[in-house]
């Protein structure tokens, strides 16, 4: 029996199923994962849901890694829970991303997409209540997981749950928007926990306020930063090196403006275009001296919303580079693939980070760069992410939505002396690295064993 159990929707591993029947394991990175460096194997389990064919057929044949189990929940139970309830739902209100005019509508089909979100999480508090030793700890992660502690202290009252939120939590206005009935629902799953965790005190703030006097769990803010020396060893492996080359020879000696983000909605990747165009145009002097290198790993490109998004940011950069591209420049380099390594090289190129979302739980991102680049890099961000609660003094800060004050900051962060941004950027990276994810984690975990 496990004593520290972690849930989540993605697990720390996936499958992909060949034509010739063989699954190839894949290994994935993120905050969470290192974070769970720190737990001794036989000790620990991470509760996460089969994704895909790869990783339903996994469960079939019983293929698991030591510490992970992986529920294999009805597929279109699974495409409701996450794509029609956590996805179009959950992350547009934390996101306040709703076209107002059309969207929510909370109607026969919302309810029944909602009842299996309900069973979704119910799976995992199943799970979780039949792994779980006497009196452990479980460690529920983000919006997907709602239900979870509340389902959970029902099965098993010994337990000590803790639930984190990696998004922003829905202002009053947005949270109300939801039928009273499921916000309560919601409400009274997340305060099943004995503590509730968020990235900035802003968002715990928030969940405080739309919780009103329903209950009195904990609320605490726990942000979370980047492992440095980790990452630069990443940054500096030989095939980091040689796209840092080809990126070299494609760029010469002209300066970068770097944002890496997934296709989003709330990373606002299409402003942050517009801006650079802005910056092209009021400032004519940068044309033919500065690429804005770009990369959008695709993500959820189940639901339209985000595949229309994505041809959109590719459509805006074509554009950008027919308006002022040369035969020798072509200003907006775009790479719409989950492509780490580019990232990285970009990250070590980097002279500004542009990191301007509409909203966002953190943003690791603006934590990455500054520890990465090479020659200290300006940024350039949103005042609504997260990490803009940690980092705002030594970034130059913008309304995500003033399109115009953003290309203006874009130029600023352009000319920064030279000492100014090995000051700032020493500064950023200092303050990215105090909460690395194993610290992060046990944090969390001895706050939670003390409760
Ligand atoms: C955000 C969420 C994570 C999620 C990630 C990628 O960071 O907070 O829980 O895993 O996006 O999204 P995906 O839908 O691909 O898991």
Same mark, same amino acid.
């Given at each position: 029996?496990?004593?520290?159990?972690?849930?989540?929707?993605?697990?720390?591993?996936?499958?992909?199923?060949?034509?010739?029947?063989?699954?190839?394991?894949?290994?994935?990175?993120?905050?969470?994962?290192?974070?769970?460096?720190?737990?001794?194997?036989?000790?620990?389990?991470?509760?996460?849901?089969?994704?895909?064919?790869?990783?339903?057929?996994?469960?079939?044949?019983?293929?698991?890694?030591?510490?992970?189990?992986?529920?294999?929940?009805?597929?279109?139970?699974?495409?409701?829970?996450?794509?029609?309830?956590?996805?179009?739902?959950?992350?547009?209100?934390?996101?306040?991303?709703?076209?107002?005019?059309?969207?929510?509508?909370?109607?026969?089909?919302?309810?029944?997409?909602?009842?299996?979100?309900?069973?979704?999480? +119910? =799976?995992? /508090? @199943? #799970?979780?209540?039949?792994? %779980?030793?006497?009196?452990?700890?479980?460690? *529920?992660?983000? $919006?997907? &997981?709602?239900?979870?502690?509340?389902?959970?202290?029902?099965?098993?009252?010994?337990?000590?749950?803790?639930?984190?939120?990696?998004?922003?939590?829905?202002?009053?206005?947005?949270?109300?928007?939801?039928?009273?009935?499921?916000?309560?629902?919601?409400?009274?799953?997340?305060?099943?926990?004995?503590?509730?965790?968020?990235?900035? +005190? =802003?968002? /715990? @703030? #928030?969940?405080?306020?739309? %919780?009103?006097?329903?209950?009195?769990?904990? *609320?605490?803010? $726990?942000? &979370?930063?980047?492992?440095?020396?980790?990452?630069?060893?990443?940054?500096?492996?030989?095939?980091?090196?040689?796209?840092?080359?080809?990126?070299?020879?494609?760029?010469?000696?002209?300066?970068?403006?770097?944002?890496?983000?997934?296709?989003?909605?709330?990373?606002?990747?299409?402003?942050?275009?517009?801006?650079?165009?802005?910056?092209?145009?009021?400032?004519?002097?940068?044309?033919?001296?500065?690429?804005?290198?770009?990369?959008?790993?695709?993500?959820?490109?189940? &639901?339209?919303?985000?595949?229309?998004?994505?041809?959109?940011?590719?459509?805006?950069?074509?554009?950008?580079?027919?308006?002022?591209?040369?035969?020798?420049?072509?200003?907006?380099?775009?790479?719409?693939?989950?492509?780490?390594?580019?990232?990285?090289?970009?990250?070590?190129?980097?002279?500004?980070?542009?990191?301007?979302?509409?909203?966002?739980?953190?943003?690791?991102?603006?934590?990455?760069?500054?520890?990465?680049?090479?020659?200290?890099?300006?940024?350039v961000?949103?005042?609504?992410?997260?990490?803009?609660?940690?980092?705002?003094?030594?970034?130059l800060?913008v309304?995500?939505?003033?399109?115009?004050e953003t290309?203006e900051a874009l130029h600023r962060a352009?000319?920064?002396?030279?000492?100014?941004?090995?000051?700032?950027?020493?500064?950023?990276?200092?303050?990215?690295?105090?909460?690395?994810?194993?610290?992060?984690?046990?944090?969390?975990?001895?706050?939670?064993?003390?409760?």
């Amino acid at each position: 029996m496990a004593t520290v159990l972690v849930a989540s929707n993605r697990g720390p591993v996936s499958y992909a199923l060949g034509e010739d029947g063989s699954l190839d394991t894949r290994r994935g990175g993120g905050g969470l994962v290192s974070a769970l460096s720190a737990i001794d194997a036989r000790e620990g389990l991470w509760v996460c849901a089969a994704l895909g064919e790869g990783d339903r057929e996994a469960v079939r044949r019983g293929v698991a890694e030591q510490g992970v189990r992986m529920l294999d929940i009805d597929p279109s139970v699974y495409a409701d829970a996450y794509n029609g309830i956590a996805n179009s739902v959950l992350w547009f209100l934390h996101h306040h991303l709703y076209d107002i005019p059309r969207e929510p509508v909370f109607d026969a089909g919302f309810r029944r997409r909602w009842e299996s979100y309900r069973t979704y999480n +119910r =799976a995992f /508090a @199943e #799970a979780l209540a039949a792994e %779980a030793a006497e009196g452990a700890a479980v460690l *529920v992660q983000d $919006y997907h &997981l709602a239900l979870v502690p509340g389902q959970l202290r029902e099965l098993r009252p010994d337990l000590r749950i803790a639930h984190f939120t990696h998004t922003p939590w829905a202002s009053p206005p947005y949270l109300g928007m939801l039928p009273t009935d499921i916000r309560e629902e919601l409400l009274r799953g997340m305060l099943g926990a004995d503590r509730l965790g968020f990235h900035t +005190r =802003a968002w /715990a @703030e #928030a969940f405080e306020e739309g %919780a009103g006097d329903l209950g009195r769990t904990t *609320v605490a803010a $726990y942000p &979370l930063g980047v492992d440095g020396e980790e990452l630069r060893a990443l940054a500096y492996r030989p095939e980091v090196d040689e796209k840092l080359a080809r990126l070299r020879t494609e760029i010469g000696d002209r300066k970068t403006i770097v944002r890496v983000d997934r296709t989003e909605l709330s990373k606002n990747i299409l402003r942050g275009l517009l801006a650079y165009r802005e910056l092209l145009t009021t400032h004519p002097e940068w044309r033919n001296r500065v690429v804005h290198l770009a990369s959008a790993y695709p993500s959820r490109q189940d &639901l339209e919303s985000y595949r229309s998004y994505t041809t959109a940011v590719t459509d805006l950069a074509e554009e950008i580079n027919t308006e002022f591209g040369t035969p020798d420049w072509q200003p907006v380099l775009v790479s719409v693939k989950d492509d780490f390594t580019r990232s990285l090289a970009a990250y070590r190129l980097a002279d500004v980070a542009l990191v301007n979302p509409v909203r966002d739980g953190m943003n690791l991102v603006a934590k990455e760069i500054p520890v990465v680049s090479e020659t200290g890099c300006a940024l350039v961000l949103s005042r609504e992410a997260g990490a803009y609660e940690e980092l705002h003094e030594d970034a130059l800060v913008v309304n995500p939505f003033d399109v115009s004050e953003t290309a203006e900051a874009l130029h600023r962060a352009l000319t920064m002396p030279p000492s100014e941004r090995t000051d700032r950027t020493k500064r950023l990276a200092a303050t990215a690295t105090a909460h690395p994810p194993q610290r992060w984690f046990l944090n969390q975990l001895e706050a939670l064993r003390e409760r």
